[in-house]
């Protein structure tokens, strides 16, 4: 009986949703699915700050993302050494700020790698699809198979017919898990 607030970085962790069906017969539950894949998203931030405490001069670089990882091949591991150095621009602000700031950036730049719209039956599914929570997709490939962080969803409701439009993410291609649950 509590509001929380939280302002931080997507949670890709815990126990997913039941999983969402495609191309699975009478298991399908997913109308219409789409697919985008913007390999050149990632991007590793690098620059120098001037710490405000000791009034050095040091570098910021983040080398790779600290997020748990969804896809078995992320797109800033498997474009290497090809992967976007974005310049860390930033002033006032001490090493560790820097450090952090420099790190969501480039966290930030792995979300929309590999992303998929599309459209659910809610009565298929039997529950109710929830934002920022992990969710498994199977029966498109092994390519996008797999965990996804659901980032959206919006729900159309008419008589008799309950559908949920929903955006899934993940930093890049392939399944980390053999199986989905159900």
Do not use: C
């Amino acid at each position: 009986m509590t509001n929380t607030a939280y302002w931080g970085p997507p949670i890709r962790a815990g126990i997913p949703q039941r999983a969402l069906s495609v191309n699975m017969g009478p298991e399908t539950n997913v109308e219409q699915i789409n697919f985008r894949h913007n390999g050149l998203a990632p991007a590793l931030s690098e620059g120098q700050i001037q710490d405000r405490v000791s009034n050095r001069t040091l570098p910021v670089m983040t080398p790779l993302s600290t997020r748990p990882p969804l896809a078995s091949q992320p797109a800033w591991l498997a474009n290497q050494p090809n992967v976007r150095r974005a310049q860390f621009r930033d002033s006032g602000l001490s090493a560790a700020q820097a450090f952090a700031r420099a790190q969501g950036e480039t966290d930030a730049s792995m979300d929309d790698v590999l992303v998929a719209s599309g459209e659910l039956d809610a009565l298929k599914y039997g529950d109710l699809l929830q934002p920022r929570a992990l969710v498994g997709l199977r029966g498109v490939g092994f390519r996008h198979d797999g965990l996804y962080y659901v980032k959206s969803v919006t729900h159309r409701i008419q008589p008799g017919d309950y559908r949920q439009d929903f955006t899934l993410t993940r930093e890049g291609q392939g399944s980390t898990l053999p199986v989905l649950p159900t």
